[in-house]
Every structure is written in C-alpha cells, then in structure tokens.
C-alpha cells in the first residue's frame, strides 16, 4: 500500500511530509489526505475512458468523504458528483461546485430534498421508487422546472462483498426490480411525464469488489434491457450508468484490480453487447469513491496507555477509535498500520492489538497486528482509511471529532477543524420543565 515515496529514512511521509511532523503540527488524531494521491487515481479513470474514446462521466461517491475543500478539489479535477442528502447538496452548494454536474441519489428523498434539488438545477435526479416520481412531477409543476432523470434499477446481481454493502441482488431497498417488470413500469410512467426527461438507467451493485465477474453480469444485464426497452418502447438510454464498488487494498490479504482496470473490463463488455444487439454506444458514467478517497486517507494517533493479558493478549490503545473509525466495529473491517517514525521495524517487535479509547469493548481498529514495541507518545498511522472514516465519524462518549488536512508538494492546510468540547454543547439547550415544580 505505501509507495517508496511515502517512506523516507524508515518515517513516513505523506506528501512530502514526515507524519511525525504533521501529528506535532496539527495534534492527534488526525484525518490526513495525501491530494496527489486523489487526482492520480481521478486520472487514471479518465485516461482508460479516452483512450477507449468513450463518452463518460467520472462522478465521485461523497458518501465515501466529503467537505467543501473536498468538492473543490474534485471541481479542478472536472470530476461530478453523486450526493444523498440536502446535507451534501449544501456544501457542494457552499464550495462553488457546478450543479449540472451533481447527480441526486437516494431511497427516500425528502419532499425537502427534492425542492431543493430542482431550484439549485442538480445535473440529474437519480429514480429510486413510485412515490419519488408523484412526488418530482407535483415539484416540477409547481416550479414550472424541468429536470433530467435516471432509473435506477437493481439487476439481480449479488457483488462477492460483504452483505451490508452489496446492493444490486433482487431483495435490496435500492432501485426498480427489474425481474418483476417494475423497471417497464417506471419508464412507462416518467416517459409520460413532460417535465422529466430520462437519460439514462442506473445501476450499483455493491461495495470493496475484487472480481469483474459482477461487473460483466451487470454490464451485459443493463444492455439487454436497452434492448428490450428499444425493442418494446422505442427508448434507448443514452447513458448507463454503472455505479462503483471497485475494491481496494486495506491489508496484505487483498489482491484487487487497479480500479481502472474494472472500467476497462466494464468498456469492452459493453462494447462487445452493443454491437451484438446492434445499439448505439452509450456514454458511460462511474461512482467511484472508495477507490479514490480511500488510499489517499491516513489516520495518526498517539499511543497512550497499554494493557497485558499473560498468555492471552496485549492492548495498546491510542487516542481515536469508533468515534472517528466505525468500520472495524460495525462490519470488522481490516487495516494495516505502521509507526511513523519506524516503518520497517529495526528491532524488537511484539504481537499487539489496536485499540480506542471509546467505552466499548468493540473499540479495536486492528486486531493482532506486529507492530515495533510502542511507548506512550508515539505515532501510529493507520492506512487506506479515507473513505467511510471521517464521514461515519461520530461524537460518541462526548469526543470531538478529529481535524481533517490535506496535503499536497510539502504544504498541508485544514480542511475540517477540529470540534472542540464547546462544539459538543452548542446545539443543546437546557431544561426548564422542572421549574415549575420547585
């Protein structure tokens, strides 16, 4: 996972700086995003799209990680983006981001949401139910807008993942079913709309793949029902829209694909379906954010106290945890971690496992990890955490949430500060129901 870049003198260093130096400068624990790291893989998405000379849109999972510097970063980059909430709508908003590049996804978009969707003009509303589309057509006509819409549809296909993220097999809360007929039912009903305009058929199978077998089955799929939808209808999408959840490497054990290599995979059994159904090529459009966000995150904790169960185990616990690193927790998912100042350890090293500070037993972010002996005050990073870290972050036990810096040719800047123990109380009011009883 690090390159040789990232490690000079045995310390690592994020770009271009020494962690160490980036722990003392902006305290623990940090959220740290190494930017180069973001706009290579960016690039390498959109070079196997021109260099296929296919039409194609690359737009960015915010669930994966997003804030305004964010948005702004992705906007250099003229990368879209796909958002699931007023919450992230607003600061794409806020940043400046070009609307007609946002895509609104969601199971259960708010009224509110969808107002605020149509008067901002979002570049496209992703579909997801029956009731989304009453509810679009009595806001349109309201606002006497238009808007550009998708459908999406789940393919029946289960992505080799785990089963709180897959998304695409038939009993999943995502999308028209497309083996029941419902996904003929709502093209019917948005074709009959004249204030929507369908551009294309969305589909998203799940999250962390490292086979293409899922992509090729869904591919294949969504042609067949260009097909179908031609052949019935006289409608062909001219957009398809293939979601994300290409993998990445956590820990030794994961062997995944460069993510570019599923687009190119993607490409060719497209290209491959529509010539043999004699269809027009469609553009392409990705969600990527895993894949982007997720390697270029670090997170940096101090070692605190340390715990030794003879012939059991040893805790070494560190000043973050599930309030700023959820997954371990809720799905037992795996990092890798390294000491800041000892990369590749020259002496002595001991069988440890990584825990938060947070009141739960669950709190551990890496489990049996060899690590070199660790002392209070050290450094510790834990990698690849850039996606679904910060964003599922939490205030749990009353901690703030951590700091979030970019970092980019030797200079890092904050992106999010640090909530500080007043942030924790500055929404809450006091109660005054008791008065009237003393």
């Known amino acids: 996972m690090l390159a040789k870049t990232d490690v000079q003198d045995n310390q690592l260093v994020i770009g271009g700086i020494p962690a160490t130096k980036l722990a003392d400068q902006f305290a623990t624990p940090l959220q740290v995003y190494d930017v180069a790291k973001i706009r290579a893989q960016i690039h390498a998405f959109q070079r196997v799209f021109t260099e296929n000379g296919i039409e194609y849109a690359v737009s960015y999972a915010s669930k994966a990680f997003a804030c305004i510097a964010m948005y702004q970063l992705l906007a250099q980059e003229h990368v879209h983006i796909d958002v699931v909430s007023a919450g992230e709508l607003f600061t794409a908003q806020q940043a400046g981001f070009p609307m007609g590049h946002v895509s609104f996804h969601g199971n259960n978009k708010s009224i509110a949401e969808l107002e605020m969707a149509v008067r901002l003009h979002v570049g496209v509303i992703i579909l997801d139910n029956f009731t989304e589309i009453k509810q679009l057509a009595t806001i349109l006509e309201q606002e006497a807008a238009t808007c550009d819409v998708m459908i999406r549809v789940s393919p029946a296909v289960s992505a080799h993942t785990h089963e709180f993220i897959q998304t695409g097999q038939q009993d999943s809360k995502f999308g028209f079913d497309m083996l029941t007929g419902q996904a003929d039912q709502v ?23 490292f086979d293409t077998t899922g992509f090729q089955i869904e591919t294949k799929k969504l042609v067949d029902l260009m097909k179908h939808w031609q052949t019935k209808f006289d409608y062909v999408p001219a957009i398809i829209n293939v979601g ?27 290209q491959s379906e529509v010539a043999k159904e004699k269809l027009p090529l469609p553009a392409v459009w990705i969600e990527p954010g895993r894949s982007i966000a997720g390697p270029a995150g670090t997170s940096l904790y101090r070692v605190g106290t340390s715990k030794t169960i003879p012939e059991v185990r040893k805790y070494v616990a560190v000043d973050g945890g599930m309030g700023d690193n959820i997954r371990p927790a809720l799905y037992g998912a795996k990092y890798d971690a390294v000491v800041a100042d000892e990369v590749r350890p020259t002496g002595k090293t001991e069988l440890v496992t990584l825990a938060g500070k947070y009141c739960e037993s669950g709190d551990v972010l890496i489990k049996n990890i060899e690590l070199p002996v660790l002392h209070t005050g ?23 949430r951590p700091a979030v810096i970019f970092v980019e040719n030797g200079q890092a800047e904050v992106v999010v500060k640090r909530e500080t123990t007043a942030d924790l109380v500055r929404l809450d009011q006091p109660f005054t129901l008791g008065e009237a009883n003393k």
């Open 187 to 209: 093209l019917q009903q948005v074709l009959a709309q004249p204030r929507m305009k369908v551009v294309g058929v969305h589909s998203h199978i799940g999250s962390q793949i």
């Open 244 to 270: 994300g959840g290409f993998g990445i490497k956590y820990t030794d054990d994961d062997q995944p694909l460069a993510p570019e290599k599923f687009v190119g995979q993607i490409i060719t059994t497209l």
């Open 378 to 400: 050290q450094v510790v990073a834990v990698l690849a955490t850039g996606a679904y870290g910060y964003s599922m972050a939490s205030n749990y036990n009353r901690n703030p």
